[in-house]
């Protein structure tokens, strides 16, 4: 995986990202991780997206520890499911969050970085999302002085790592492009977008100007739209055709990455289908309901469609 101005490459040629989220997948059996995998990228899906730290319905899949330090099995699983998809020729996003009881400073998140960069740096297939929205202001807040510390340390331990850190629930402005470039040095934007029944229409312009204000800043980059809008999250279900207009829209605005998000239903007994929020009993496709197999069905069509290749 690399970067070559606003694209990612795999391989050395420009590939546009379509992924899916996979968060509790260190939590998954072997076999359901196989087969999950093989279904989505016969749908042409390239990469997906795990946390090194995950916590749901009673059940800790965590790959580190509160220490920082490797957690077992579930480490030994986040190092298969790595090597896996670079067999496959997946991308991984490696996704850490700061909360209260996790990671909850400098020292305890800078060793969580150690104990992955290091254990996974013979895989070129993955990338490091240093904190899940760390711009929101509650306990996923990383300050930005801190955020260039641990971009820091991963470029000693490995130089050549791409590594991002998403903002949440917004659009991105020109002081939050300046802090993440020139400040922490991140490689690329990975803005989580608001989630409403305008927001499908939205991308493709909102795309456009966040591209323009990062050739402002002089350091051209991707936009990558890691988590988008779901089901199961407020009253508003989004159908398949809204998803594969937000898809549209970002592959016309010229971002370089979406991920088919999915999670918990909100309102449901025991918040089922909890789709990649709890994959221990059953397997990410076998949880999707009539409207998400049609986005899985119908997303890489919508990229080639508009002149963009996951392959």
């Known amino acids: 995986m690399g970067v070559e101005g606003e694209h990612f490459t795999l391989n050395g040629r420009p590939r546009f990202l379509l992924g899916f989220s996979y968060y509790g997948g260190l939590g998954a059996s072997r076999d359901s991780i196989r087969k999950d995998l093989a279904d989505f990228q016969r749908c042409g899906f390239n990469w997906l997206r795990v946390w090194a730290m995950w916590e749901s319905f009673g059940a800790d899949v965590s790959a580190v520890n509160k220490d920082g330090g490797a957690r077992e099995p579930f480490f030994g699983n986040l190092k298969w499911l790595v090597a896996e998809c670079d067999r496959r020729g997946l991308v991984v996003d490696v996704t850490l969050t700061r909360g209260s009881e996790r990671l909850a400073n400098l020292a305890v998140h800078e060793r969580a970085v150690d104990t992955i960069v290091r254990a996974l740096e013979p895989q070129r297939n993955w990338y490091l999302d240093l904190g899940n929205e760390r711009d929101v202001r509650d306990a996923r807040y990383v300050p930005a002085s801190e955020l260039r510390t641990l971009r820091e340390r991963v470029r000693e331990l490995d130089p ?23 400040n922490v040095g991140l490689d690329f934007l990975c803005p989580h977008r608001p989630r409403g029944p305008e927001s499908p229409a939205q991308t493709r312009d909102r795309t456009r100007s966040t591209l323009a204000l990062v050739r402002e800043a002089r350091r051209v980059v991707p936009v990558h ?15 398949a055709a809204d998803f594969l207009a937000d898809l549209g829209g970002a592959v016309a605005g010229g971002a370089a990455g979406w991920c088919f998000h999915n999670g918990q239903q909100r309102d449901a007994p025991e918040k089922q289908p909890r789709r990649s929020f709890d994959l221990r009993a059953m397997r990410l496709m076998d949880q999707l309901d009539v409207e998400e197999r049609k986005v899985v069905e119908s997303a890489e069509r919508v990229v080639s469609g508009a002149g963009a290749s996951t392959r």
């Open 225 to 239: 739209y890691q988590e988008p809008f779901r089901r199961g999250y407020t009253d508003w279900e989004p159908k």
């Open 160 to 182: 050549g790592r791409l590594v991002t850190a998403s903002f949440g629930g917004h659009d991105l402005g020109r002081e939050d492009i300046t802090e993440a470039l020139a």
